[in-house]
């Protein structure tokens, strides 16, 4: 009698952290969202947070379904609000990192404002934004981050607007740290995200995502492989540059680095020096994280 | 206000200025930092309940204060938290409207709003408040409600009673009931965050309490997950109405002023409420039997407590800082048994005894 050899299935690395009975996700073939989402995965795996405490706050679109299949506190908000519900979660418990996800509709459209006053607060949150240049799960409309000329459902012949820099943006409001990279630079995204955990303070970072069902479709820019190609030939890495320099030209290059990684005391830090001056001893607000070595280089 | 937030654990607020509601953000902003708590002033009305919302499910106690525009910009998560089912108290200190409106007069005109302003079908509760007791009664009751039911719950008041100033003597906090959320107490594996319970209102885990659930706007079967089964949409949103109207007795309050022999009886709520019980006492001088019923609760609207006036009044009075939101929904549970008639008044003052005294003279 000789045994059949039977296919063991071995558990991913990720299993614990997913919810595998939401599977399959609602993301088209070809997004960028699912790599990221792996990266993500992968980050808070390495940062070695007690599982228990990390909190994962998305708003609405096709980035913000990320929260649901992730299994941790997991918080899907109204449209552009995730920064506030994440201020709101971070005050109220200190000793929880907040992750927020969202699309760059949703944090810079609708949300700008939370995000502008998030960043000069300081506080203490890791926000990650798919910028993947349309609304996806409306159907392809213009966003804030659309290329000028591109095409989109509202605009047809072409955007007739200029898109922000998220990057400067985010530097200019006082984030702490500041990073852009694509679906591709899979390494550095994850020691990016696990740097911005780690990280006290407000820290963004900016993941530019093929879409090519509604973007990559209209703007002639093939499949998905073609778009990842794209995205790959563009994209050049400079570290530590200003953010403004930091332009994404579809025709000429995408510029990808590391920008920003200093140092300022965050909300509740300046909170409790605050109430210290007058109230005394005022109690430690602020987590332990346990610290780990700087794994990525700039 | 404050003070019955307080003694009800609120330990979180987040506000915008706004005029006439400003001081209570004033006021809890020396306060809270001394009891551990926090206070942050937000970017918008929109930010402020977002993070109330935030703080409330990690397990903190929230509110926020605002007036009739910053009302407006809250709908949308007040709706959030009416759909995710998080506790959380608003204070919507009533101005004049529409719009920018009259910052500094009065009014009663957001009634409806506290009812309908938030899109989708949704129970909604709200209370109002007449005199500074009430102020401090009727927010420690709002906290109850709230945790009880897992919904958000509106405290409506105007600026008379936001800016009076009246002796009070505050009970000892011992003294106050104060109802915090249900827990779950099964294991995070077996955790239904909106399972159906025969109280309609299921247990509540923190966040950061290892049962890691998923929470959200969008329409959510038992686990908190997005669904679109019809089979499970449908008993979510009739569960959401459920556990509000199956505990009417528990939230709709109201006083009775002399109604067992009244004629006339005046609905009344607010600081309307106050002239309504002057105008009561000097219709009685003159012989007319005027009773006066007060609305505590605004919603769910208090059908029973007018019904039982209805037995012996022919002749309701409804007074109200508003083109008549709350004679509507008089005149709606009246059978036809009574005559409803509405005083009106949206000039920014305040209704007088008077006024409701001469109105009372003509329909009597």
């Given amino acids: 009698m000789t045994k059949k050899k039977q296919k063991v299935a071995l558990p991913h690395p990720h299993d614990p952290l997913l919810r595998a009975d939401r599977i399959p996700h609602i993301w088209c073939p070809g997004c960028g969202i699912g790599t990221i989402f792996g990266c993500v995965l992968t980050a808070i795996q390495k940062s070695g947070l007690p599982l228990d405490d990390v909190a994962m706050v998305s708003g609405i679109g096709c980035t913000g379904r990320m929260a649901g299949y992730l299994n941790l506190d997991s918080f899907h908000t109204t449209h552009g609000r995730a920064i506030p519900f994440a201020t709101g979660l971070k005050l109220a418990r200190p000793q929880s990192s907040v992750i927020v996800t969202s699309g760059d509709g949703d944090l810079f459209a609708i949300g700008g404002n939370h995000f502008i006053h998030a960043a000069r607060r300081n506080v203490d949150m890791t926000i990650v934004c798919v910028n993947n240049f349309n609304y996806g799960m409306t159907g392809g409309q213009v966003a804030p981050s659309t290329p000028f000329g591109a095409k989109t459902t509202t605009t047809p012949i072409g955007n007739f607007e200029e898109p922000f820099n998220f ?6 409001c006082g984030a702490v740290y500041v990073a852009r990279w694509t679906t591709l630079h899979i390494r550095w ?17 900016e993941i530019l995502a093929p879409c090519p069902v509604t973007f990559g479709r209209r703007n002639k820019l093939g499949k998905a492989v073609d778009l990842i190609k794209f995205l790959h030939e563009r994209s050049v890495v400079r570290n530590q540059i200003d953010p403004k320099d930091a332009v994404l030209d579809f025709n000429k290059h995408l510029v990808v680095g590391k920008f920003i990684d200093i140092e300022r005391p965050t909300f509740l830090d300046n909170y409790q020096l605050i109430n210290r001056r007058e109230l005394g001893d005022w109690p430690a607000l602020e987590r332990q994280v346990p610290r780990m070595e700087k794994q990525a280089k700039g | 206000m404050v003070e019955g937030a307080l003694v009800a654990g609120c330990r979180f607020f987040a506000g915008y200025p706004i005029t006439p509601a400003s001081e209570i953000s004033e006021i809890l902003s020396i306060k809270l930092p001394r009891l551990d708590g926090t206070f942050i002033q937000m970017e918008d009305e929109i930010a402020s309940l977002g993070a109330v919302i935030g703080a409330s499910l990690a397990g903190v106690k929230s509110m926020t204060a605002t ?86 719950v509106v405290l409506l008041m105007d600026e008379v009673v936001a800016h009076m100033r009246e002796k009070m003597v505050l009970p000892d906090e011992d003294d106050v009931e104060v109802f ?53 949409i449908g008993p979510f949103i009739a569960r959401l109405h459920r556990k509000i109207s199956q505990h009417f007795s528990e939230i709709q309050m109201a006083e009775f002023f002399q109604t067992e022999d009244a004629e006339i009886t005046i609905v009344a709520y607010g600081c309307v409420a106050r002239s309504a019980r002057r105008a009561m006492i000097e219709a009685r001088e003159r012989g007319i039997k005027v009773g006066l019923l007060k609305l505590v609760t605004i919603w769910p609207f208090a059908r029973s ?55 009372i003279t003509e329909v009597a």
């Fill in chain 1, 167 to 172: 990057c400067s943006l985010a530097a200019a």
């Fill in chain 1, 189 to 205: 995204i994850t020691d990016s995200l696990l740097e911005a955990i780690q990280k006290r303070g407000f820290s963004f970072l």
């Fill in chain 2, 67 to 152: 007036s009739g525009p910053g009302f407006s910009l809250m709908q949308e998560n007040l709706g959030f938290a009416i759909m995710a089912e998080v506790p959380c108290v608003i204070v919507n200190v009533m101005r004049g409207g529409p719009s920018t409106g009259l910052p500094t007069f009065p009014s009663q005109s957001d009634v409806m709003q506290a009812r309908w302003g938030t899109h989708g079908d949704h129970p909604a509760i709200a209370l109002s408040a007449s005199t500074v007791r009430e102020c401090y009664e009727m927010t420690v009751k709002a906290f109850n409600l709230s945790e009880k039911f897992r919904t958000p």
């Fill in chain 2, 180 to 232: 915090n959320r249900v827990k779950p107490t099964v294991p995070p594996e077996w955790y239904m965050p909106y399972e159906d319970t025969p109280r309609g209102v299921p247990a509540m885990a923190n966040f950061g309490e290892g049962y890691r659930y998923h929470v959200t706007g969008l329409t959510h079967d038992v686990r908190g997950f997005p669904t679109s089964r019809p089979d499970e």
């Fill in chain 2, 305 to 359: 407590a007018v019904e039982k006036v209805l037995q012996k009044s022919r002749i309701l009075l409804v007074p109200e800082m508003n083109m008549g939101q709350i004679s509507r929904e008089v005149k709606r549970v009246n059978p036809g048994v009574a005559k409803v008639f509405t005083l009106n008044k949206v000039d920014g003052t305040i209704i007088t005894p008077e006024e409701i005294l001469n109105r």
